[in-house]
């Protein structure tokens, strides 16, 4: 059983990659060295394969982009309770996260712990870089990740 | 009395188990089908346009973003044509391997297509998390069965998804013993669990269906084919990839932006239940047990049986992988030195959807002049109007619009149509007078 696993879900395509950012601003951090045991991932587009890399830890931190009409850059957190209610704009990525989810909630298969991040996003045009306001939301998920591990598992 | 003429419209704005994007109008007048067309409506994605000017060592790599799902069998359909242009001949392990990695790739598309795609359908179920309710034993196993064709992928390809581990000449890397040895326990103790799905599968009630119909898969003279072997018709026709525009044309439709195939101008099947058809006498003697304990009888008729055939393959993929990895040695060097040479490539293989057939013209340094590629959803869709029309004769056209939409839905997912990776939905007009 791995303690926490976070995962960063994007594609190469231009603010896709704003889970991806999130990751690499985390390591950067040295979370991975600072706070064990953690996994820390970049997937692309898991789709049912996301089951699987829940069940085995005991926390998950799951980093997405979305498109809701929100301004680009804004982080929502969506908990336990809070994304089963969620049927649209969660994701960029179709039937991925949240159709995952759903399953793995039906097969018990989730994690004592889920916490859901997604960054608003713009384009996401194959080839092209993250947009500043991304970049700028993935660094500052990554600190606000970085200090809940710190503060939740200094407490256990 | 006066007969009553009505229209009605039915429009279903998501279906989310069928990979593309496509849309079904049907017709029905005075209660017989006049128009019934699978419009495939995804705009052309150019791929065979690409390649062109390409160096033939990008090929593999370029092909294998055709498709998400079956990504290996882009690569070994094309990497097997150029090598038998370029007169080469790969190492032993490297054509084992090639087997082991495409298996890898039919477990988890057909565990994937049964599982989140097909079944629901059965179980009166509108999604695998439905299923997921009153079944989840299966679907449990069914991820299980999914997630090692992946590791399996993995392997081979560094990645599950748009691989990178074949190159023209071999692979680029050989995994390690260790690795190998991990991989077979695995594989090991998914066998009772491939033979569980296969009782499974053939347990689920299926509509009973009796078409006739073209059957067309890869034949060997010894094994189930996969990756290897002629193309193979169940009138008896034997031919090899280069014969394929002989016999097969491919033609547009207006209302698709994916070409038909025919074979002597008539529909056919492509995919695990034509490859059952044909190669069942190839199955392993415990599966050849397991299918007769199951009771279900070959050649089969009847599309619906298009699942059970996966869960078989399923089992002889892990049982052909086990087979080939229990007799894996490290190679000298995985690939071998490729001199390219001009002049027209063609290769198949045995997609997990069914056969796929390509063709290179190179030039002297090794690119790519034209590329046409044939992929097993656009040889089956002329199959799947004609199955529509039988089936939907065969259920009765007197039934609510709501069930004929829903026959329809499961008879397009019985031939897993991969239209695309990108958007799921299925349009549905049902206009009655």
């Known amino acids: ?156 | 009395m006066s007969e009553q003429k009505r229209t009605v419209a039915i429009h279903v704005p998501v279906l989310t188990r069928v990979e593309g994007e496509g849309a079904l109008d049907l017709r029905i007048e005075n209660g017989e089908i006049t128009e019934l067309r699978l419009r495939i409506f995804e705009p052309p994605r150019f791929f065979e346009k690409f390649l062109e000017g390409r160096s033939h060592t990008e090929i593999p790599d370029m092909v294998a973003r055709i498709c998400g799902i079956c990504p290996v069998a882009y690569q070994v359909t094309a990497a097997q044509a150029l090598e038998k242009l370029f007169g080469v001949e790969i190492d032993p392990w490297a054509r084992a391997m090639r087997r082991v990695f495409y298996c890898g790739e039919w477990i988890q598309s057909h565990s994937l297509h049964i599982h989140l795609l097909a079944a629901p359908d059965f179980f009166g179920c509108n999604s695998a998390i439905a299923l997921a309710r009153i079944a989840p034993d299966e679907v449990r196993r069914g991820l299980r069965i999914q997630a090692l064709g992946n590791e399996l992928m993995e392997l081979f390809g560094a990645r599950s998804v748009h691989p990178v581990g074949i190159r023209i000449g071999g692979f680029h890397g050989a995994p390690a013993l260790s690795k190998i040895n991990a991989i077979r326990d695995k594989l090991r103790a998914a066998l009772p669990e491939a033979e569980a799905l296969i009782r499974w599968a053939a347990s689920i009630p299926v509509p009973q269906d009796d078409q006739g119909f073209i059957s067309v898969a890869m034949q060997h003279p010894t094994d189930y084919a996969i990756e290897t072997g002629a193309i193979g018709v169940s009138d008896g026709l034997r031919i090899e990839a280069d014969a394929f525009d002989v016999h097969f044309a491919e033609r547009h439709e207006p209302h698709s932006t994916a070409l038909f195939s025919t074979y002597h101008q008539q529909s056919y099947l492509v995919g695990p239940l034509a490859r059952l058809n044909l190669n069942h006498a190839c199955l392993p003697e415990q599966i050849k047990a397991l299918l007769a304990e199951s009771g279900l009888a070959l050649p089969s008729r009847n599309l619906f049986h298009s699942l059970v055939a996966r869960a078989v393959e399923i089992l002889l993929a892990l049982h052909e992988a086990l087979r080939l990895l229990d007799a894996y040695r490290m190679p000298d060097s995985p690939w071998v030195l490729v001199t390219p040479r001009a002049g027209v490539a063609t290769g198949c293989t045995e997609a997990p959807r069914g056969l796929l057939w390509h063709r290179y013209e190179m030039d002297d340094d090794g690119c790519v002049v034209n590329a046409r590629i044939v992929p097993p959803t656009s040889q089956n869709q002329g199959r799947i109007e004609e199955d529509l029309r039988l089936s939907l004769l065969n259920l009765g056209l007197d039934h609510p619009d709501d069930a004929l939409r829903l026959h329809c839905e499961k008879v397009i997912r019985n031939y897993d149509p991969c239209i695309s990776c990108a958007t799921h939905f299925l349009r549905m007009n049902v206009e009655r007078t």
């Not at chain 1, 194959?126 to 200094?154: W, Y």
């Open chain 1, 1 to 156: 059983m791995i303690g926490v696993r976070i995962l960063g879900i994007g594609s190469p395509s231009g603010d896709d990659q704003a889970g991806w950012l999130t990751v690499d601003a985390l390591l950067a951090g040295g979370v991975q060295t600072t706070v064990d045991p953690i996994r820390v991932q970049k997937l692309d587009r898991p789709g049912s394969g996301l089951i699987t890399l829940l069940d085995d830890a005991a926390w998950v931190i799951l980093i997405d982009a979305m498109q809701n009409h929100d301004p680009i850059g804004r982080i929502r957190h969506f908990g336990a309770d809070d994304w089963p209610a969620y049927s649209h704009g969660l994701s960029s990525h179709g039937f991925g996260v949240l159709n995952a989810l759903a399953l793995a909630r039906e097969l018990g298969s989730l994690p004592s712990r889920l916490d859901l991040y997604g960054i608003e996003i713009g384009s996401a045009s194959p080839g092209e870089q993250a947009g500043s306001e991304v970049q700028a939301a993935a660094q500052q998920l990554a600190q606000h990740i970085a200090a809940d591990l710190t503060a939740t598992l200094l407490q256990t």
